[in-house]
């Protein structure tokens, strides 16, 4: 059935849709709107991050469960096993319910990083599988024999022959445990979509196959074949269709075999990398996946069981990387609606004089006559007159009280008209809404939430999260508070987002941006200096749910001292200015600094919501 907002491409059966409301489809399915409530009733204005930790067991669970399957039924004899890559969401709320939902599975992590790979060697329980990759220098790659030492079973895949060299070198200096060694590998195959730069000749990692071979003598050479085990590629983020994967394993498994040929006795293991994609589509013509979790296990279990058996090869076991599929949907952005670009065009500001221009008297009785019989055509002369009033300000004939009428008076046609067709949505509407949008001010910032929307143009979805059962009919386009017109989601006719027209001054609207889990996070930028919003964890049970962890956003004073300004010099600052300013007496002195530490005590959103 369709479902508003496209709740059946993109939610995954984690959202339903009661009286109106969002609700989590899961045990007692609280009303995300209720949450959000509660999150206010605690203090905390501006947006929020709501994250579902049972959404996160539920992503893993899944995973397991469909390569255990087609193990199974292909009778195949590796064993799957899975890391998480840390860059995806290193949140400790999430790195917490990935080791809490992963340890019935020995559940892992992956590290790209300094950082994260100290994440890595505290959280991840002992047993369960660390990977590395990235560049790593010699102090890394000691860290990495480190976290052997610890009694990690820790593979260091090298990405180039540097790293080989430093591997060695680490192994003869230092007298820790040598970690296990994977080998990436540089595929001929690449992978598709927006991400898809990470495979292919041209990929910014791995060995071609001639610096394979030459890494493999070194491997001999040091007597270091032994701690190999581990073949590795990764074709790239969102696999749009499974057709370059299906090349890529035949191309790593192919390698794989030759390599168990020459002697590479402990190899056991082709890591393929991660690259599960996420719907985001609102739009059924929009969907970009082609395969299921299913389809993919199935194929990937079948194809290095075929080649294996052609060359006569044991199976090896089978390790993924996927992150984005794991963590994209726990997270849920909700953010206030401020303001309507149009709630200043209020028929009841309109000041009309006692003679007006004739356009004007036109604009009048096409507002009075308005039928829903003639409403497109009137419609038409409405934008008509309109452009034709602007034109005459701008030559000087009309006057400032008279543009601002003819503003007022479109205004409300469009809204007239829109209602008037609510039920009845015509092709020459459609055609309109570009003209007729409505501008929703979101109390958030998207280069801080949801930054690959500006710079890859990924949509996410966006829901409200009540007045579902009511027709939304404002063709919207979205402006987030930055100063900075790239903070916007413009209207896609070819992806159209219709809004509710609400009254701000009487009700309150919130938007959910869903499928907000994955990478935006950490990628979020503090542009205009607005922080990682406030985040709470919620956990729901039979009874009903609660928010754990909740944080709220940075306040003023902490994101200056981010930026390495001295909070107090700067609260030094305000106060030597509010002694020297003639306009403050001394008696006010400290109800005015009193008042600003007040304020800077606050997160740096807006408030103006109640
Ligand atoms: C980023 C990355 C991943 C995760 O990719 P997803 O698209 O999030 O699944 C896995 N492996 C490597 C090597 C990566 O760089």
Redesign the pocket.
Same mark, same amino acid.
């Given at each position: 059935m369709q479902q508003p907002y496209g709740l059946e491409i993109w939610g995954d059966q984690n959202f339903l849709i009661r009286d109106g409301k969002a609700h989590i489809n899961y045990k007692s399915s609280p009303a995300l709107l209720d949450i959000a409530n509660h999150i206010r009733s605690e203090g905390i204005r501006g947006p929020v991050i709501l994250r579902f930790p049972h959404l996160i067991t539920k992503q893993i669970d899944t995973l397991y469960s469909h390569f255990n399957r087609a193990i199974d039924e292909n009778s195949y004899r590796g064993v799957f096993k899975a890391v998480y890559?840390l860059?995806?969401n290193q949140y400790p709320e999430v790195v917490r319910a990935i080791v809490d939902a992963g340890k019935p599975y020995r559940y892992g992590l992956?590290a790209?990083s300094k950082a994260e790979l100290i994440l890595a060697m505290a959280y991840t329980p002992i047993g369960s599988p660390v990977t590395v990759?990235g560049f790593k220098d010699e102090e890394m790659i000691t860290m990495g024999f480190l976290a052997a030492q610890m009694g990690h079973s820790i593979t260091l895949t090298i990405e180039g022959i540097g790293e080989l060299e430093s591997i060695i070198e680490v192994a003869e200096k230092t007298p820790y445990r040598v970690p296990n060694i994977g080998i990436r590998i540089r595929l001929h195959s690449g992978g598709s979509g927006i991400w898809a730069k $990470?495979g292919g000749m041209q990929a910014k990692f791995g060995l071609t196959s001639t610096e394979l071979l030459e890494a493999f003598d070194l491997l001999i050479k040091h007597r270091l074949l032994s701690r190999f085990t581990m073949l590795h590629f990764?074709i790239g983020?969102?696999m749009e269709e499974i057709a370059p994967l299906k090349r890529a394993l035949r191309e790593a498994g192919n390698i794989y075999a030759e390599l168990k040929r020459m002697g590479a006795d402990a190899l056991r293991a082709i890591n393929i990398?991660?690259?599960?994609s996420v719907e985001y589509a609102q739009h059924p013509a929009k969907r970009v996946r082609n395969y299921s979790l299913k389809e993919f296990a199935n194929d990937v279990v079948f194809l290095l069981g075929e080649i294996m058996k052609t060359k006569g090869v044991e199976h090896p076991n089978i390790v993924t990387? $996927?992150?984005?599929?794991i963590t994209a949907s726990h997270a849920v952005l909700v953010a206030p609606v401020l303001e309507l670009f149009s709630h200043d065009y209020q028929e009841r500001s309109l000041k009309l004089k006692s003679e007006n221009p004739p356009l004007i008297e036109e604009l009048r009785s096409l507002n009075d006559l308005l039928t829903s019989g003639n409403s497109i055509e009137f419609l038409h002369d409405a934008l008509d007159h309109l452009e034709s009033l602007l034109k005459l300000f701008e030559l000087g004939y009309i006057d400032l009280q008279d543009r601002s009428n003819a503003e007022i008076l479109v205004h409300t046609i469009i809204k007239k008209a829109l209602y008037l067709k609510k039920n009845n949505q015509l092709p020459e509407v459609e055609r309109l809404q570009e003209r007729l949008q409505e501008r929703y001010l979101v109390n958030s910032s998207f280069f801080q939430s949801m930054p690959d929307y500006w710079g890859l143009g990924q949509q996410f979805p966006v829901m409200p999260l009540d007045r579902l059962d009511q027709s939304a009919i404002r063709a919207a386009s979205l402006w987030d508070i930055t100063c900075d017109s790239d903070g916007e989601i413009g209207f896609n006719p070819g992806a159209p987002l219709y809004l509710h027209d609400v009254d701000l001054d009487t009700e309150e609207y919130f938007l959910g941006f869903f499928n907000i889990g994955?990478y935006q996070e950490t990628l979020g930028m503090h542009h205009n200096l607005f922080s990682h919003p406030s985040e709470a964890t919620v956990e729901i049970d039979d009874d009903g749910f609660c928010c754990n962890n909740m944080d709220e956003a940075e306040d003023i004073l902490e994101i200056l001292d981010n930026l390495e300004y001295d909070p107090d010099a700067v609260l030094n600052q305000l106060e030597s200015r509010i002694a020297e300013s003639e306009f403050i007496t001394s008696e006010e002195n400290r109800d005015t600094l009193s008042t600003l530490k007040r304020y800077l005590a606050q997160n740096g959103y807006l408030r103006t919501t109640k």
């Open positions: 890559p860059k995806v992956e790209g990759n $990470s990764h983020s969102q990398g991660g690259g599960l990387e $996927s992150g984005r599929f994955a």
